[in-house]
């Protein structure tokens, strides 16, 4: 009989948000008059800005002429769109990054996700401890990592995010190849400053690594000493891969669209130890698995980066920071440390007990859904994320009855 990929059968046996549906359906269903308020799982609530809207029908109008009408577009994306993401996101900050260097995809999760391929299987990974689980599981399909023992793979060096280093873990004292950092941090909401960073990328050179940045939630950042992106760094082209999203800077979750910056510098060794261009791998795994995002949807994506748009995308942004302060104000006011919230869209809080047990508190007693931070890796244990992303009567209300519930 045909046989399965074994690697598979070493993932964690459940999926953090399924569990999490599975508690509040239960709760649901035995108290049907409690409303629920879900401040868990990192969705988006408010509408596409009105420029994205606008270009959605004015483009759908096009295809819906012979004239006008796109088929295949370029599998890395329309010109158009990559020279505003390469004009807006890069030379504005100062990085030097080509349009040709960015490759517009439908999502980075699938990016973040698929990379991992076009490396050996043999590579030493660094990966954050608590995490994103797509940079762990896919790894762990790729067959990179033993089975799961005690919530650790062995092949992973974790980079233990923890309040004794602010959650912002150093570099690590072994050496690596392939490291995985995401700031502003999907679940700490921790930033991580240009020293910081820095470190990062000598780290990288010094031991002829790649870093994969995961700047999903760069839109949200507000202090101006904070980096946008990894190649603010100088010498980051050299060893930095970025991945962006329209997901969570213009409520694209539903929409998808996303970009990924190969630098044609970043070199990785073939077999034989001879730098190799990582960007002609890229170039030739997105051509052949990808065949371009709709053309409407980067005309909406496209959208954004003129002066109505970035103008809505900052009011989205800030309306969801306005929440993020509500939350942490009112967490703090009861006597929890917490981090994020001002640069981010989530508050990690150490709630100093189990994080099941304080999620099941706040469900119970509130009738509030957050994130146990024990689904996001072991050093999440203790912690619960909540997410900014509602709307404000929802979040006032949420906080309303958290502060009865725990008082
Ligand atoms: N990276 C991080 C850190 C995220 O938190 C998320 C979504 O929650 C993504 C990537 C996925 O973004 P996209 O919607 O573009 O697939």
């Known amino acids: ?84 993401i390469a004009q807006h996101d890069y030379a504005a900050r100062g990085c030097a990054i080509e349009a040709d260097e960015i490759f517009v995809s439908d999502g980075a999760k699938c990016d973040c996700g698929n990379i991992q391929e076009i490396f050996a299987t043999d590579i030493r990974l660094a990966i954050p401890d608590p995490v994103y689980p797509v940079y762990v599981d896919t790894n762990v399909m790729a067959g990179r990592t033993s089975a799961n023992v005690n919530g650790r793979y062995e092949g992973i060096t974790y980079l233990e995010s923890t309040p004794a280093n602010g959650y912002v873990p150093a570099v690590p004292s072994v050496a690596t190849d392939l490291i995985y950092l995401c700031f502003p941090n999907n679940p700490t909401g921790a930033v991580a400053t240009k020293a910081q960073l820095t470190a990062w990328v000598e780290y990288a050179k010094k031991n002829k690594a790649i870093i994969l940045f995961d700047s999903a939630y760069e839109a949200y950042i507000r202090d101006p000493a904070i980096p946008h992106s990894i190649y603010e760094i100088p010498g980051a082209r050299d060893v930095a891969i970025e991945f962006r999203s329209f ?34 791998l890229w170039n030739r795994r997105h051509t052949t698995k990808f065949n371009g995002v709709a053309y409407p949807i980067q005309k909406a994506a496209a959208a954004i980066f003129t002066a109505a748009g970035q103008k809505q995308v900052k009011d989205m942004t800030d309306f969801y920071l306005g929440n993020a302060a509500l939350i942490r104000a009112a967490i703090t006011k009861l006597g ?69 519930a725990l008082k």
């Open 1 to 84: 009989m045909i046989r399965i990929n074994e690697n598979y059968t070493k993932l964690k046996a459940s999926y953090l948000f399924s569990d999490i549906a599975k508690r509040v359906t239960a709760f649901q269903q035995a108290n049907p008059s409690k409303p629920v308020i879900r401040l868990g799982i990192g969705d988006v609530t408010e509408p596409l800005p009105p420029v994205c809207i606008e270009a959605l029908h004015a483009a759908t109008d096009e295809m819906a002429n012979r004239a006008t009408f796109k088929g295949y577009g370029p599998e890395q994306g329309y010109a158009f769109l990559r020279e505003a």
């Open 247 to 280: 997901s969570k800077t213009a409520g694209f979750t539903g929409t998808r669209c996303a970009y990924t910056v190969v630098p044609k510098t970043l070199m990785a060794a073939d077999a034989a130890g001879n730098p190799t261009p990582v960007y002609a």
């Open 336 to 404: 929890f440390s917490c981090i994020g919230g001002d640069n981010a869209p989530y508050i990690w809080i150490n709630t100093g007990r189990d994080s099941w047990e304080f999620f099941d508190l706040l469900l119970s007693k509130a009738n509030v859904v957050c994130t146990p931070g024990a689904g996001f890796g072991k050093c999440g244990e203790g912690h619960v994320r909540i997410s900014a992303f509602n709307s404000r009567e929802n979040v006032v209300t949420a906080l309303d009855r958290i502060a009865a």
